[in-house]
């Protein structure tokens, strides 16, 4: 990238940030406000969120990484977000993890090598009766195991439409 072009992305997220440097703890909202729009924090976010909010690099850059929603590179086309609470861990969810880490030869919070997906941990989908759970963007999917995973999995590594 070339110099002009980062002086451009500095601008670009210091105006989507600069709403909430009157805010009451406003570095949450502007950190939230950068991943809804790009998907990701960039690099720059952590210079320009200090510049901003009159905080040290590692005082941004502490929050950025203390909170495990906040991404530092791009997601994958589709984010699967297993869940790891404990009704759909009593029913083989623990497995089901194992069995898509492996499958997709990631952990969480990693995209897999040809960028399709994402693998995430969330804690609770709310669809506890139908144990364990998976969310891919707003679709959430009970009663899942390790063949309909498969299937799933298989399905959005082919497809070119993603999910939000």
Not at 109 to 116: K, N, R, V
Request: some cysteine; overall charge negative; aromatic content about 6%.
């Amino acid at each position: 990238m070339s110099e002009k072009e980062g002086d451009k992305d500095m601008q670009g997220l210091a105006q989507l940030t600069a709403p909430f440097r009157t805010v009451a703890g406003g570095l949450l909202p502007a950190l939230h406000a950068v991943q809804d729009a790009l998907g990701y924090l960039p690099e720059a976010t952590t210079g320009v969120l200090a510049e901003q909010f009159n905080l040290s690099r590692a005082e941004v850059h502490g929050v950025m990484t203390f909170y495990h929603h906040f991404r530092r590179s791009p997601p994958g086309r589709h984010r699967v977000q297993l869940c790891r609470a404990e009704s759909c861990q009593a029913v083989g969810g623990r497995a089901l993890e194992a069995h898509a880490k492996r499958v997709l030869d990631i952990d969480y919070h990693q995209t897999t090598a040809d960028g399709a997906v994402s693998l995430e941990p969330v804690y609770c989908l709310g669809n506890c009766a139908c144990s364990p759970s998976v969310r891919v963007g707003d679709e959430v999917y009970g009663m899942m195991n390790v063949a309909r995973l498969d299937a799933l999995l298989a399905e959005l590594r082919g497809g070119a439409e993603a999910v939000p």
